[in-house]
């Protein structure tokens, strides 16, 4: 098991198609560095930041990016299976496209972003704050969304079958096209006062 590395600052370092298996950082700041289709195994990240940071076709495996912030990042084509991002921030980011399947992305801030076209599937978001969040034609499959932020979000044309949508008030979003399941469908006639028979 490497070693940690704690409070370390990284610049203008160029990390193309690194393996990260099982590396752990602990308030390490990242600028300017190349993570171009790195790969990452168990690895931790514990309260680092990252700034114009290109983790274009980086994979990422049960790895965990947690109370991370990330601001001017590049994340064409990463992808995230089964990571943790608990508390995290997302500010400016180029999101597009980008995959995630599993984990636990609850409380992770993603106010504004542009997420069009992504693939969100069976991951917990619960408390995400997606206020303003572009998903148009995104994929948000088996998602935990319960006491998330969702007002002012863009949904058209989002595949929502089997997410949480409790916390979602369907007046405050764009929804045309959106596809629901039945359930969904009920929850959503009961927010808007229908009652189900």
Not at 24 to 52: I, K, P, Q
Not at 119 to 131: F, H, I, K
């Amino acid at each position: 098991m490497p070693e940690p590395t704690e409070d370390v600052t990284f610049r203008r370092e160029d990390w193309y198609a690194e393996d990260l298996a099982d590396r752990r950082f602990t308030r390490c700041e990242f600028f300017d560095v190349d993570l171009t289709e790195a790969v990452s195994r168990g690895a931790v990240f514990t309260e680092c930041t990252f700034g114009n940071v290109r983790f274009n076709a980086s994979r990422h495996t049960d790895s965990a990016f947690t109370r991370c912030t990330f601001t001017r990042c590049n994340l064409f084509e990463a992808e995230f299976t089964g990571c943790k991002l608990v508390g995290s921030t997302f500010a400016q980011c180029d999101l597009r496209p980008l995959t995630v399947t599993g984990g636990d992305w609850s409380f992770v801030a993603l106010p504004g972003a542009d997420l069009r076209g992504v693939r969100l599937s069976d991951v917990r978001m619960r408390e995400a704050d997606l206020t303003g969040a572009n998903l148009t034609e995104a994929v948000v499959a088996g998602v935990d969304l319960s006491a998330a932020q969702l007002h002012g979000c863009r949904l058209s044309g989002a595949d929502l079958r089997g997410s949480d949508l409790s916390a979602l008030d369907p007046l405050t979003v764009e929804r045309a096209r959106a596809i629901i399941d039945s359930d969904q469908a009920a929850l959503m006639a009961r927010a808007l006062g229908f009652e189900v028979a």
